[in-house]
């Protein structure tokens, strides 16, 4: 009879396989640490995509393309359920990512945010939605692709969260594209999701330990048609996305 436990076996193979997983990750992050350094400017976008790709890979995904990514003058719409989803997104594109400002206080997490580009918004503060969508526009501005996440939290794995408008909006002021991306984990969904009560600490425990690899497929649907209207554009990526992910 199973109780759902984990025994004791079972918690001290996790903790050897967060140890192994987080020892590569560790050394792989210094060297590209090194190289970012040393690189100049315009080569050290390809620094943070090599580190967030090979961050996954040692972290124990396994990330699959599906479809066709614009390479630039793209805003990358996506689903989200857990940070595994940047290592994908950015391993895959050299995407910056649009985030909430706390994450850029988190200890290491923040500063390799920022060396990474992630453009931080205060998503509590209605008051500033029109200088943060100014912020996008600029950073899309530059042609370099940008992901957000417009459900604003992570969702359970078994239905999305209504996107947001607030800054789809910065898509049609920077003249860019909007692509959506089906993050598709299959059946292990719902079980890697960042639940509501969990911490950061707790979900990374739970997903570095986990055992075996784990399969995901970024699916890059074709952009929604142009619209100056934000929220148009909000509902044809959410209905683009769902659809992608029906089984």
């Known amino acids: 009879m199973t109780t759902g436990v984990p025994s004791a076996f079972e918690r001290l ?4 396989r967060i140890a192994r997983r ?14 970012y350094g040393l690189a100049q400017p315009a080569r ?20 699959t393309i599906a479809g066709t990514p614009l390479k630039r003058d793209v805003l990358y719409v996506a689903n989200h359920l857990s940070w595994f989803d940047i290592l994908a997104m950015g391993g895959a594109t050299g995407t910056a990512f649009v985030s909430k400002e706390e994450v850029g206080a988190w200890p290491i997490v923040g500063g390799l945010a920022r060396i990474g580009g992630t453009i931080f918004i205060a998503r509590t503060s209605r008051a500033a939605a029109r200088s943060q969508a100014d912020a996008l526009t600029a950073a899309l501005a530059t042609g370099r692709p940008a ?10 794995g078994t239905q999305i969260l209504p996107f947001r408008a607030a800054l789809l909006g910065a898509a049609p002021a920077a003249g860019v594209a909007v692509q959506p991306v089906a993050i598709d984990y299959g059946p292990a969904a719902a079980e890697i999701a960042w639940g509501k009560d969990e911490t950061a600490p707790a979900v990374a425990a739970r997903l570095i330990g986990r055992r075996g690899r784990l399969p995901v497929t970024l699916r890059f649907l074709d952009p929604v048609a142009p619209s100056p209207d934000r929220k148009e554009l909000a509902a044809a990526a959410q209905a683009a996305i769902e659809h992608a992910l029906r089984p």
């Not at 992901?147 to 359970?156: C, Q, V």
């Open 13 to 16: 193979g996790a903790r050897l």
């Open 22 to 35: 987080v020892g590569a990750l560790v050394l792989f992050l210094l060297f590209c640490l090194v190289g």
């Open 44 to 63: 050290r976008v390809a620094w943070v995509q090599r580190f967030l790709g090979g961050a996954a890979r040692r972290l124990g995904a396994d990330v």
């Open 147 to 156: 992901t957000l996440f417009p459900e604003g939290e992570t969702n359970d």
